[in-house]
């Protein structure tokens, strides 16, 4: 082959490589950078001359390195691994999520690392994930939100032994509320509500709206006793903040549940929705278990 040829192949190779919109790189065996395109340096906010020599993995969260190492071995093993997903930092201290693939060079002394960022089909993904699991009006979690909780506490229970209580609670006399003062009035109590009960949860507590104006409280590492305590806590913070129109206090009626030996979901629940309308019966305004 003529050098006019070679030189043409190699001038097409280079267009390829650097008008490609996948990012290219070829590290060492150590991981070092040793050739990167346009796109690449792009994704990472550099100039290509900037990632010469750069070990790859500087640009990952430490929790992800070890991964990292795993990824090219499994690569160096197998030719190839696809879809190693992360956040990486760049040059200027953004975070995108990158997804690449990896393979072994012919010589085996180099790895061709192809990759797109993902970083906003991830914003979305989490966007819409953040709206599948929150209360629209409330904007604390939803019954699925719930639900999904809930199930991973009692999973924890059972294998570790970690307890765990539900509180389900709802306004008193909700629809005399909506009757007399409007939906519009009473959206502003739930929303009113859920602000003054969120203040009272510590970061281990968790707030769900699950119904019309019924909620749950799922705390961690509790007994009975800190339970009821912090029940009460609540009922009385919403009896002194919680008005309509700024006028009529509303109150709620709270059932504490702590999980057991055998319980199940529907179990726990039905344990503490008991508690709930037993709370109705003997009068409202309180906290029964």
């Not at 040793?34 to 550099?46: F, I, V």
């Not at 344990?271 to 019966?281: T, W």
């Amino acid at each position: 082959m003529d050098e006019q040829k070679i030189q043409s192949q190699h001038d097409e190779l280079e267009t390829i490589l650097e008008t490609s919109m996948t990012g290219i790189a070829v590290t060492d065996r150590n991981l070092h950078i040793t050739r990167a395109n346009g796109q690449q340096a792009r994704m990472l906010d550099c100039e290509v001359k900037d990632l010469i020599g750069t070990d790859c993995q500087n640009f990952l969260d430490p929790s992800d390195v070890v991964q990292s190492i795993k990824v090219f071995n499994i690569a160096a093993q197998k030719g190839h691994y696809e879809n190693f997903e992360r956040y990486c930092t760049t040059f200027k201290g953004n975070r995108k999520w990158l997804n690449s693939s990896i393979a072994l060079m012919p010589d085996r002394d180099h790895f061709l690392v192809t990759t797109v960022d993902n970083t906003e089909l991830k914003h979305a993904m989490e966007v819409i994930r953040d709206q599948s699991v929150t209360d629209e009006l409330t904007r604390i979690g939803n019954r699925k939100a719930f639900n999904e909780k809930r199930d991973i506490l009692l999973d924890t229970f059972q294998k570790k032994g970690n307890s765990f209580s539900l509180f389900i609670f709802d306004i008193d006399r909700f629809k005399v509320v909506n009757d007399t003062y409007g939906h519009l009035a009473g959206d502003k109590v739930l929303i009113s509500l859920s602000d003054v009960v969120k203040s009272q949860l510590s970061s281990t507590d968790f707030l769900y709206r699950i119904g019309g104006e019924e909620f749950a409280i799922l705390l961690i590492d509790t007994d009975m006793d800190h339970s009821l305590q912090n029940a009460e806590m609540i009922r009385t913070a919403v009896e002194q903040s919680v008005k309509v129109n700024g006028e009529e206090a509303i109150t709620v009626s709270i059932g504490v549940a702590v999980v057991s030996p055998g319980d199940t979901a529907d179990s726990m629940f039905k344990r503490a929705d008991d508690n709930l309308y037993r709370a109705k019966r003997e009068g409202r305004n309180r906290v029964i278990s």
